[in-house]
């Protein structure tokens, strides 16, 4: 959990996000996740809830990289960096 004062410079932020692959679903269209949920739709959400937490507004965001897909767990990472 991030302790720290909210950054307040311009930032860049990474989010992967992976999906547990169902065991009936043969992978047969590569690692990429392309079902519901829409990665912008994740993203939105991981910056609306990092508001006063982590950086004092989510417009402080000027870069996001953003990926989704499939792995043997699901999990997110969020990489926040001052630009």
């Known amino acids: 959990m991030y302790k720290g004062k909210p950054l307040t410079q311009a930032l860049k932020l990474t989010v992967r996000v ?9 992978k047969e269209k590569g690692d990429w996740h392309t079902s519901r949920p829409d990665l912008d739709n994740i993203v939105k959400i991981i910056e609306d809830s990092l508001n006063g937490i982590a950086y004092e507004d989510d417009s402080q965001i000027v870069k996001v990289e953003a990926t989704k897909q499939w792995a043997s767990e699901d999990y997110v990472i969020v990489e926040i960096e001052e630009v």
Do not use: A, G, Y
């Open 18 to 26: 992976f999906f547990k692959l169902p065991k009936r679903t043969v």
